[in-house]
């Protein structure tokens, strides 16, 4: 895509704006004034209320960028997305870089810790058997699903929203039919040639995330000319293709891929520039939670010492107008959005 719309110039309010100065985000709790015109490689500024000047391929992004996003239906749930949510990280794996394989032989205590994330606020459990982290093992399918299954089957008698966090078309399958809800594909389809398949008869949503190269594990280090534009390119890209297989565009998350195979200076510029995004028409999911670029920008800060980090990306994401979060510290987190929540109610009202 040559022209690419960014929102920028939030304003607290509409209610003291003249007719048309402002858009809604995505039908949820931001208003902005401005779109920042990234084109052949130049930036400038316009504001919203001239965005028909640019022509009808910038009239469709604004359509995109400001319609509201069809919920989610999770089973009997629903999952509006008018404000940010949370999405719990729940990993059953020896060797997560984040919680040390605490549940990885427990099916039990692996559900117990789910439902009290959802206890906490969570909206949804995202359940992953396989690390995704630089350098882990591959995990054999059979191996993962025998990981997942048992945990899937009692969040799902539980009432829990469950996604399934995994590259492998059988994991997908098996999770599905013990009841998860959600397929999250750090590949976005691509690593197993069956996957979309899985994921086009079992008419469920589905987590499209970047990474440079799906199909060999998401790390590897590449030259972008512009990691904002780039990303969308490529989402875009992907979205055309699952949609023309079968996939609504409706039941389609979309994730930039914090971490993976992006540098530190790439990944503050697309947290920086996340509601560039919402062009795509899609939910968008932020996964950045205990990420390494908190240690890098805090004096190699370890894992388990970056909540802080962990929640000032969060609530970036919120104030980008991100619909899920996905993170580890669910309760933390839940707090910090509802004081978030609590301030732009009182800012829509003029105070």
Same mark, same amino acid.
């Given at each position: 895509?040559?022209?690419?719309?960014?929102?920028?110039?939030?304003?607290?309010?509409?209610?003291?704006?003249?007719? *048309?100065?402002?858009?809604?985000?995505?039908?949820?709790?931001?208003?902005?004034?401005?779109?920042?015109?990234?084109? /052949?490689?130049?930036?400038?500024?316009? #504001?919203?209320?001239?965005?028909?000047?640019?022509?009808?391929?910038?009239?469709?992004?604004?359509?995109?960028?400001?319609?509201?996003?069809? #919920?989610?239906?999770?089973?009997?749930?629903?999952?509006?997305?008018?404000?940010?949510?949370?999405?719990?990280?729940?990993?059953?794996?020896?060797?997560?870089?984040?919680?040390?394989?605490?549940?990885?032989?427990?099916?039990?205590?692996?559900?117990? /810790?789910?439902?009290?994330?959802?206890?906490?606020?969570?909206?949804?459990?995202?359940?992953?058997?396989?690390?995704?982290? #630089? *350098?882990? =093992?591959?995990?054999?399918?059979?191996?993962?699903?025998?990981?997942?299954?048992?945990?899937?089957?009692?969040?799902?008698?539980?009432?829990?929203?469950?996604?399934?966090?995994?590259?492998?078309?059988?994991?997908?399958?098996?999770?599905?039919?013990?009841?998860?809800?959600?397929?999250?594909?750090?590949?976005?389809?691509?690593?197993?040639?069956?996957?979309?398949?899985?994921?086009?008869?079992?008419?469920?949503?589905?987590?499209?995330?970047?990474?440079?190269?799906?199909?060999?594990?998401?790390?590897?280090?590449?030259?972008?000319?512009?990691?904002?534009?780039?990303?969308?390119?490529?989402?875009?890209?992907?979205?055309?293709?699952?949609?023309?297989?079968?996939?609504?565009?409706?039941?389609?998350?979309?994730?930039?891929?914090?971490?993976?195979?992006?540098?530190?200076?790439?990944?503050?510029?697309?947290?920086?520039?996340?509601?560039?995004?919402?062009?795509?028409?899609? #939910?968008?999911?932020? *996964? =950045?939670?205990?990420?390494?670029?908190?240690? /890098?920008?805090?004096?190699?800060?370890?894992?388990?010492?970056?909540?802080?980090?962990?929640?000032?990306?969060?609530?970036?994401?919120?104030?980008?107008?991100?619909?899920?979060?996905?993170?580890?510290?669910?309760?933390?987190?839940?707090?910090?959005?509802?004081?978030?929540?609590?301030?732009?109610?009182? =800012?829509?009202?003029? *105070?």
């Amino acid at each position: 895509m040559s022209l690419h719309l960014r929102p920028v110039q939030f304003v607290d309010t509409p209610v003291t704006q003249p007719d *048309g100065a402002v858009a809604r985000l995505a039908g949820g709790l931001q208003w902005f004034a401005a779109y920042e015109v990234i084109e /052949a490689g130049r930036r400038r500024t316009i #504001p919203v209320a001239d965005v028909a000047t640019l022509g009808e391929s910038a009239v469709r992004l604004h359509a995109a960028i400001t319609a509201p996003r069809p #919920p989610l239906q999770l089973g009997e749930r629903v999952l509006r997305l008018d404000q940010p949510l949370v999405a719990g990280i729940l990993n059953v794996t020896p060797d997560s870089f984040s919680d040390g394989g605490r549940h990885s032989d427990d099916p039990a205590a692996a559900a117990a /810790a789910g439902v009290d994330m959802a206890a906490a606020g969570a909206a949804l459990i995202d359940l992953g058997g396989e690390s995704t982290r #630089p *350098g882990a =093992a591959q995990v054999w399918e059979g191996d993962e699903i025998a990981r997942v299954v048992p945990v899937v089957e009692r969040l799902a008698r539980s009432g829990t929203p469950v996604s399934i966090d995994t590259r492998k078309a059988a994991v997908m399958d098996a999770a599905l039919a013990a009841g998860a809800h959600i397929v999250n594909d750090v590949s976005a389809l691509l690593w197993d040639d069956r996957a979309l398949d899985v994921v086009v008869r079992a008419r469920c949503p589905v987590v499209l995330m970047h990474s440079p190269d799906p199909k060999e594990g998401g790390h590897a280090r590449t030259g972008y000319r512009d990691v904002l534009t780039d990303v969308f390119d490529w989402l875009d890209a992907r979205i055309a293709a699952v949609v023309a297989a079968g996939i609504e565009r409706s039941r389609i998350v979309v994730d930039p891929g914090i971490g993976f195979g992006k540098t530190l200076a790439e990944n503050l510029a697309l947290i920086n520039g996340l509601a560039i995004f919402h062009g795509l028409g899609c #939910p968008i999911m932020l *996964g =950045a939670s205990r990420k390494r670029m908190i240690g /890098a920008l805090d004096n190699e800060a370890p894992v388990d010492a970056r909540l802080g980090g962990s929640l000032a990306l969060a609530l970036k994401g919120a104030e980008a107008g991100v619909q899920l979060l996905r993170v580890h510290d669910v309760a933390a987190t839940v707090q910090a959005l509802r004081i978030w929540r609590g301030l732009r109610d009182r =800012a829509l009202v003029g *105070g």
